[in-house]
């Protein structure tokens, strides 16, 4: 852990000094940034993956802001496991690891990374741009029976929201192609 937040704290130095050297370069898409931000990522990085990201302030600033996410998320997902569930607000993210899916003609399914949510779109064959949209319980489902869930895209839009019912919560949806999944949340209230 330590290499990480010494290398974490020496990007934020170079993206606060303002140097630039790869700036004229092509910058790393979300994909690599994200990849770059999670466990072992930089020390599965390749070498030209490093040298612009020590030498690019935007795709720096971009990793750190991923890799702040992913420890918050970590966080969360670590205290989620601490809690006893009955009686505590759960939070579970997750991503969707091709940004190429932004046209959704397949049904696409997502695990949460806490591994407890699977989050599906099912595209309507004969409108497009809706579908049917379904978070589902993985594990435990008697512990989230009956609470209220609200699932949000990476901007903040709510998917669905609604009651977890036979381990699961289903709507429809529209403006498919307009969800940014690369990163969504589903959050379950507290049992009341």
């Known amino acids: ?24 370069v092509a910058h790393l898409d979300e994909d690599i940034l994200f990849r770059l931000a999670c466990a072992a990522g930089l020390e599965d990085a390749s070498e030209q993956e490093i040298t612009h990201l020590a030498g690019c302030g935007q795709c720096r ?12 998320a970590d966080e969360v997902a670590a205290d989620n496991d601490r809690w006893d569930l009955a009686d505590e607000p759960v939070l579970g993210w997750g991503g969707l690891k091709a940004a190429a899916a932004s046209l959704f003609v397949e049904p696409v399914s997502l695990l949460s990374e806490c591994g407890r949510f699977e989050l599906s779109l099912f595209p309507d064959v004969d409108v497009a741009d809706s579908g049917l949209i ?29 009651k977890i019912e036979d381990g699961r919560c289903a ?4 403006s498919l192609y307009s969800f940014a999944l690369q990163t969504w949340t589903v959050q379950l209230d507290s049992v009341s």
């Open 171 to 174: 709507g429809r949806g529209a």
């Open 61 to 72: 600033k971009e990793w750190c802001r991923w890799q702040e996410a992913i420890v918050d």
């Open 134 to 162: 379904v978070i589902e319980v993985m594990h435990d489902q008697a512990l989230f029976e009956g609470r209220s869930c609200v699932v949000r895209d990476g901007n903040g839009m709510v998917l669905i929201q609604g």
């Open 1 to 24: 852990m330590k290499e990480t937040n010494f290398v974490t704290n020496a990007l934020k130095v170079w993206q606060e000094g303002g140097c630039d050297r790869g700036a004229d």
